[in-house]
């Protein structure tokens, strides 16, 4: 049996997931996840040293953009943590800076690259994160669309 370790930052819903893909992965496909969990400062030295064969790492894009979550795939990103290395990939990403805003032509070479991410797969998406809020209608100025989550109490008022 296939064994490697399996990085995790010891929060309860990473150890959740980690724990479940590791179960599956045996299950399914005869490969033993060794669980390593570790606090923030040990666990982000880990990853910066890249001693690690797997870990679980999360990524909320800051912006509306395709470019805010392919770029943490560039092989130059401090933020690529899957080690992933593919110059085609990274002259897209340069292709597609070059043209403005919601272009078609920008969105077509973005598409390409996420065409290409989908074929080599270097991440495995395993959950993603939903911010929910129980608002009341008195409360104005609340949008939601922050992507971060961040609420700043500067915008709202009470009615």
């Known amino acids: ?5 399996l990085v995790i930052r010891t929060l309860l ?21 060794v669980l390593k969990g570790y606090e923030r400062q040990h666990y982000y030295q880990t990853l910066n040293n890249k001693d690690y ?18 770029s943490v795939f560039h092989s130059q990103a401090v933020s690529n943590r899957s080690l992933y290395n593919s110059e085609e990939y990274d002259q897209l990403l340069t292709l597609g800076r070059g043209f403005p805003g919601k272009s078609a032509e920008r ?7 996420e065409e290409l991410i989908m074929k080599d797969v270097p991440a495995i998406p395993l959950m993603h994160h939903q911010n929910v809020r129980l608002v009341s209608p008195k409360v104005k100025g609340y949008t939601g669309e922050n992507l971060m989550g961040r609420v700043y109490s500067r915008h709202l008022s009470l009615e």
Do not use: R
């Open 13 to 33: 819903l990473a150890a959740f997931l980690a724990i479940a893909a590791g179960q599956e992965w045996q299950k399914k496909l005869g490969i033993k996840a």
């Open 53 to 70: 064969q797997i870990a679980v790492v999360q990524w909320i894009g800051p912006y509306k953009d395709p470019a805010a979550l392919l």
């Open 1 to 5: 049996m296939t064994v490697f370790s």
């Open 107 to 113: 969105m077509a070479v973005y598409t390409e690259a």
